[in-house]
């Protein structure tokens, strides 16, 4: 017979999931498998590399379960864990394609941790001086929805303003990132503002 999880409150039910219990595992992946999904989805646009994250992510969940140590919220540590999930798949997605170019202009030596690396240092720069230029409650709506997770609605409660002026912020945000960040790579710049690895 199923346990009746409904007056658990998530930290709870990972408690129980820690212990063993698969029952308790499945209530965690009910909770959260959309959830993850589509926060997955709005980052890489292609809905079954979203899935493959997201069923890795919970995996590696119950596997590591006896080693893992909430200090937040199990939803915020299940979406950072995504996004560091879908970082390192920008990672491997930039050295791949830097080896490729690499190769194709007949190159010999090659260091793709540093030349990665350097790259998304510079990326990151970018995007810090960028939200840096903007308006402050501008940036403080980013803020919360980039970093936070907080949805439209949850914004404009915080800080007492309309959900369209939350939706006037964010596309002012984004026009702003783009105009600052245009020379780069599309996918690349798009994935990293996503993740929000700075501001």
Not at 9 to 32: C, N, P, S
Not at 119 to 133: G, T, V
């Amino acid at each position: 017979m199923r346990h009746d999880f409904s007056t658990y409150t998530d930290e709870e039910v990972f408690l129980l999931v820690k212990q063993g219990h698969k029952d308790a595992f499945e209530e965690i992946y009910k909770r959260f498998w959309q959830e993850l999904l589509d926060a997955a989805f709005r980052r890489v646009k292609v809905q079954e590399t979203a899935m493959e994250l997201v069923q890795s992510l919970l995996v590696n969940l119950y596997i590591k379960r006896e080693t893992i140590s909430l200090n937040t919220s199990l939803r915020n540590y299940l979406h950072i864990s995504l996004k560091n999930k879908i970082l390192n798949a920008v990672r491997s997605e930039l050295v791949r394609n830097t080896y490729q170019q690499h190769i194709l202009k007949g190159g010999e030596t090659y260091q793709p941790d540093a030349v990665s690396s350097l790259q998304l240092k510079e990326l990151q720069q970018q995007i810090d001086e960028s939200c840096a230029s903007m308006p402050e409650k501008c940036r403080e709506v980013f803020y919360l929805s980039r970093k936070k997770h907080l949805s439209y609605q949850h914004i404009a409660e915080q800080l007492g303003i309309s959900v369209s002026t939350v939706e006037k912020h964010m596309v002012k945000a984004l026009k702003i990132l783009r105009s600052r960040l245009k020379e780069y790579n599309f996918t690349v710049f798009w994935f990293l503002v996503t993740l929000m690895i700075i501001c």
